[in-house]
T-cell receptor
Framework: NAGVTQTPKFRVLKTGQSMTLLCAQDMNHEYMYWYRQDPGMGLRLIHY???????AKGEVPDGYNVSRLKKQNFLLGLESAAPSQTSVYFC????????????FGSGTQLSVL | SQKIEQNSEALNIQEGKTATLTCNYTNYSPAYLQWYRQDPGRGPVFLLLIRENEKEKRKERLKVTFDTTLKQSLFHITASQPADSATYLCALAGDSNYQLIWGAGTKLIIKP
């Protein structure tokens, strides 16, 4: 039982490049989330999904897109990376969306030069 | 909008003592509040959840209190150990489902 797995762990991009972060969970959770964590700030929600085939915007969605084609996977895409997107990205999942604990992946450190 | 304040300065505690971390919020009282532990280079790990109608919750050496009058939650670790050294995050239920509002965390250092 791996829990929540994120790939890659590290990535360096040049401004304008694109990339996709993959999140996979094996707990059959309905809800999945993408957060970014920046120094001195709380986790900020980028996008989330309440079930297969659904996505919704969080607090800071600009510059990111997501897809949830399969229940166990939640992809985060950067179409044209900017230095402001340098951050640590965390994927999380939960059984449902309210009053439930989140299970997090180990994070992806992304640097945009 | 809801804001959360956690002490941004690291908290240094002697091993064996009780560590107390604070989470203050500014606006409406959330339906529940969660505490997580985060180690360097790792994702947060859930510790405790306390609901608005609960004043206190315990789990082994951990205790969380929730005071809606003071708009504050306290997180206590009794008989602290160096292995308890980590950053502790609090998160509040937002005003819409599915969204938690996160504090920036407090770094706890337990010295032998």
């Amino acid at each position: 039982n791996a829990g929540v797995t994120q790939t890659p762990k590290f990535r360096v991009l040049k401004t304008g490049q694109s990339m996709t972060l993959l999140c996979a969970q094996d707990m059959n959770h309905e809800y999945m989330y993408w957060y970014r964590q920046d120094p001195g700030m709380g986790l900020r929600l980028i996008h989330y999904s309440v079930g297969e085939g659904t996505t919704a915007k969080g607090e800071v969605p600009d510059g990111y897109n997501v897809s949830r084609l399969k229940k166990q996977n939640f992809l985060l895409g950067l179409e044209s990376a900017a230095p402001s997107q340098t951050s640590v990205y965390f994927c999380a999942s939960s059984i449902d969306g309210y009053n439930e604990k989140l299970f997090f992946g180990s994070g992806t450190q992304l640097s945009v030069l | 909008s809801q804001k959360i304040e956690q002490n941004s300065e690291a908290l240094n505690i002697q091993e064996g003592k009780t560590a107390t971390l604070t989470c203050n919020y500014t606006n409406y009282s959330p339906a529940y509040l969660q505490w997580y532990r985060q180690d360097p280079g790792r994702g947060p790990v859930f510790l405790l959840l306390i609901r608005e109608n609960e004043k206190e919750k315990r789990k082994e050496r951990l205790k969380v209190t929730f005071d809606t009058t003071l708009k504050q939650s306290l997180f206590h670790i009794t008989a602290s150990q160096p292995a308890d050294s980590a950053t502790y995050l609090c998160a509040l239920a937002g005003d819409s489902n599915y969204q938690l509002i996160w504090g920036a965390g407090t770094k706890l250092i337990i010295k032998p």
